[in-house]
């Protein structure tokens, strides 16, 4: 059976870290998306061991899980704008934290809040870039008349979203200088801004001195950063050799026959492939020629470095051969000591894996 192992010494051991760095600012946890594929109360139940009591999510769904399961007094932030009366109406139940990117959010929320005769606790989303949600940093009057103006709002937080913290600093910093502008004035307009917050994990790990009062992590949680750290890569997937065979010299493995034996090679075939999220990865979409010549020359150093696919096998790291499959792939284990049934691991981020039960382990 295939599986997909979670090592809860290490998670908690980049939370402890990350906690460390992050001193006496308070880690929001972002939960989304299933839990970055971990599960939302598996990852949530480790977080809140480690003494994490901030959360947030980007799906009614998400907060529901928490608020059911025992994390009745944690902040739980929404952190997308959301238009919908009857999502907003349930996270208002739920006592979820709303976010408001724009004029008309902030009338619904205010209105609905009012109808309840509730005030709704919200952060306000500024846009320094990523062109999402948010106010533009040019609407700053605006900004600072919704304090005054929406009786049902408890505007609790500032936040903004950066878009190329991992490979782009000066973008970065000046996205950060537009946003603190905003946080500025909004303070000399004799506001309360409260918790002010802009750091991914990127953000947070590259650049200290923006952590402000609040950080959002999610991908570092899981060690799994696209730039050198010292966190832990917290999962992977525990399969089986399916089939030991040797093929002969001049016989092929895969689809499209781009492998093919050079002499008699012993081959272990495991069931893993592409569906379960094996070697993919959420490249953006290259659309600037500057972008595919990047990734060409990525690629092109990869092959130099022969930085290919392996599969964990009896202590040592045995090459992918040939396509990766749907479902299966086979494995170059010459002069490896193994056979059928014997236990394999996979290096799977969890973001993509699918199709295979999420198991924590001590
Ligand atoms: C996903 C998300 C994060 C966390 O990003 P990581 O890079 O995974 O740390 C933070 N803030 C917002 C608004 C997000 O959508």
Redesign the pocket.
Known sequence: MTTYAVSREMLAGNIRQLKAQAGAVPIWA?V??DG?GLGVLPLAEVLSEEGITHF?V?DVKEAEILRDNSFTEDKILM??SVNDRGEINRLLDLKVILTVGSEETARLVDQIAAERADVAEVHLKIDTGMGRYGFLPEQIDRVIALYGEMKHLAISGI?T?FNC??NNEKLTRQEFAAFMNVVEAIRAAGQETGVVHCC???A?LKYPEMHCNGV??????LGRMPFRTKLHPVGCAVTQLDEVRTLPAGHTTGYSALWKAKKDTRIAIIPVGWYHGFRVSCQPELARNRDCLRAALSALKQLLRKKKATVMIAGKQCPVIGAVGMLHCAVDVSGVDCKCGDPATVQISPLHVKGMPVVFRA
């Open positions: 972002v989304k998306g970055y947030c980007t952190l997308r936040f979203h913290a991992f991914n994990s990127a947070f959002r992590l999610g991908s570092a949680l």
